[in-house]
């Protein structure tokens, strides 16, 4: 495998949305400096004195503990990984913090708590806003909470914009070996190879060639639509080469602190939809026009994301796109990135 060093845009699994946390990865989100902190001043916002739920605390319970810093009375921390939770438990009592944090095992959607309380916090953030099943996780949530209870996140938007690929993406497709070893555990935990989401790493500024639009607008305080469809028009600002769609959110966890996993290093990567392969030539007053549409994939979670519409240029011509991302569903035609993706990976 060819080395790529830290700085290079590489391809990588979009692999939140599924049970392969390990001592890496779990790493890797405790220590998103970016991500806590803005946590952590929700939390000192609205937590002092309050009783909290924590919706998958995790093996770390790093929300709970960042909950009783910021002077919470109560925390109810629910994990539904086994592993996790015995990690957690084994934690909280080294800290002493088994009368500030209860830990509760099992899926919040099917466990019921002593009590309401008054702040719900989470990280069921993917990236793609809901595509960890927020919608649909922290709806059920809402009756955890008190009649004025709040949530942490308050909101998650995901834009997209267009994009060209770097030359080395673009005509060398690939995981690095990391990110091939967990598309790997994706697969051996779904039972099958499928066309998983991509996730853009170190994407430089000058590859995103159009304004950007919002796609996916989720607020927590409010019943989240599971099933629903947008329109969004991009136009394109540079003559280049059109190969698909970026997305990526902005996350607020209070209404002035904001996480943009585009403009900030974090864990949550810009995703890419590969939409013409061999890339379609455009030039700048190009249009991209369509529908993002979502719905429930067959677990009744986690979401299936579908775009459809087309390129109108400047010299009246049409290229239409249609591109389907399924949770975990087999494709029936292989989208041709993906062909080239897996052919590439193979012979490495």
């Known amino acids: 495998m060819e080395f790529q060093d ?5 391809l990588w699994p979009s692999i939140g949305e599924y049970p392969v946390y390990d001592e890496l990865l779990y790493y890797a989100m ?22 909290v739920v924590d919706i998958g605390t995790g093996k770390d319970a790093i929300l709970a503990r960042i909950c009783i810093e910021c002077g919470a009375a109560l925390v109810y921390a629910i994990e539904m990984d086994e592993e996790a939770f015995h990690q957690a438990s084994e934690l909280i009592k080294k800290l002493n913090l088994e009368n500030k944090i209860i830990l509760m095992f099992g899926n919040s959607m099917q466990l019921n708590i002593p009590e309401q309380v008054d702040v719900c916090i989470s990280e069921i953030i993917g990236t793609i ?6 919608a649909v996780i922290l709806n059920n949530a809402r009756r955890f909470l008190k009649p004025n209870g709040k949530m942490i996140p308050e909101e998650c938007r995901t834009l997209a914009a267009a994009v060209t690929l770097p030359e080395q993406v673009y005509n060398f497709p690939m995981f690095d070996e990391l990110g091939d070893y967990y598309s790997e555990q994706v697969f051996d935990t779904v039972g099958y ?15 995103v060639i159009s304004d950007s639009a919002v796609i996916e607008a989720l607020d927590f305080n409010k019943e989240c639509s599971t099933s629903y469809t947008s329109e969004f028009c991009l136009t394109i600002n540079q003559n280049s080469r059109l190969d698909g769609l970026l997305l990526w959110i902005n996350l607020f966890t209070s209404s002035d602190q904001m996480v943009d996993s585009l403009k900030e290093k974090t864990n949550w990567l810009p995703v890419y939809f590969p939409l013409f392969y061999p890339g379609l030539s455009v030039e700048k007053g190009d249009i991209l026009k369509g529908n993002f549409s979502v719905k429930l994939s067959e677990n009744s979670v986690n979401p299936d994301y579908f775009v459809k519409g087309g390129v109108m240029t400047v010299k009246g011509e049409t290229h239409n796109f249609e591109f389907e991302s399924y949770y975990m569903r087999k494709p029936e035609s292989k989208n041709q990135f993906y062909g080239k993706l897996f052919k590439t990976q193979e012979s490495n």
């Open 30 to 51: 405790t220590q998103d400096e970016k991500r806590v902190i803005r946590y952590r001043h929700a939390a000192l916002r609205l937590v002092k004195d309050k009783k």
């Open 129 to 134: 806003g809901g595509s960890e099943g927020a």
């Open 193 to 207: 190879s499928f066309d998983i989401r991509l996730c853009l790493k170190n994407i430089p500024d000058h590859s």
């Open 6 to 10: 830290s700085s290079s845009c590489i």
